[in-house]
């Protein structure tokens, strides 16, 4: 089985020797869009939810991230001082945070572990390529299909006759900004999968019967599994 690239162990380690550490409740902003910032975010523990706003007030998810991520890596080495996103607690959440600087000095410090972080964020930068292509190449159809596909890779469990059950519970809005649509869209797609026997879902999550059939309607490229996720 592919190995899951994660953040490298020494960075965990140097979050929990310099970081600062701020719970947050369920729904609150961790930063916001367009806000100065002057911090890095690692997520202890917690679920949270990276996200943009379209020009017409319409939330785009972009990832979800669990515990042992980065979040707010845009500004590391960069002249960016500003958030590109918004940060939200899905659920309560514990974050260790670093100045932007001295994170920048402690990488300078230890060249292996700055070319290791460099290399993670160049991972997230493929990822979030990957999910672009999907949403502005094959319209809602191949949205809703390559996220679950990345769900079904970030959050599977292979089931016996061969199916997939997605263990992440998402609403139809949230699946909805995951894939910059609407819920009745999403409600109507859903519909026609489980009709043909593509999908089945109960009480909020989904199992994936026919993964093959997604990845031939979105012209999968067969991506490795460390870009081909939701986190």
Not at 43 to 58: D, L, N, W
Not at 170 to 187: D, F, P, Y
Not at 204 to 222: G, H, M, R
């Amino acid at each position: 089985m592919e190995e899951i690239e994660t953040i490298p162990p020494k960075i965990h380690s140097l979050f929990k020797e310099h970081g600062t550490v701020v719970k947050f409740a369920k729904d609150t902003p961790i930063f916001l869009e367009g806000d100065r910032t002057q911090d890095v975010f690692f997520v202890v523990s917690g679920q949270v939810r990276i996200s943009k706003e379209t020009a017409s007030g319409k939330e785009l998810t972009i990832r979800i991230c669990g515990s042992n991520n980065l979040i707010g890596e845009s500004t590391i080495f960069s002249s960016l001082d500003y958030n590109s996103t918004t940060a939200t607690a899905m659920e309560t959440t514990t974050i260790l945070t670093i100045d932007n600087n001295m994170l920048e000095l402690y990488l300078s410090q230890e060249p292996s572990l700055m070319i290791a972080c460099l290399r993670w964020i160049q991972l997230q930068n493929m990822k979030s390529q990957s999910r672009l292509r999907d949403l502005l190449l094959h319209g809602k159809k191949g949205a809703l299909f390559s996220t679950l596909i990345r769900l079904a890779n970030t959050y599977g469990e292979n089931l016996d006759d061969g199916s997939i059950h997605i263990n992440y519970k998402l609403t139809n809005n949230e699946l909805a900004n995951l894939c910059a649509t609407s819920r009745e869209v999403i409600n109507r797609m859903l519909n026609d999968l489980k009709k043909n026997n593509i999908i089945t879902f109960d009480k909020s999550t989904i199992t994936v019967l026919n993964l093959q059939f997604l990845k031939d309607e979105c012209e999968c490229e067969n991506c490795p599994l460390t870009i081909c996720r939701i986190d």
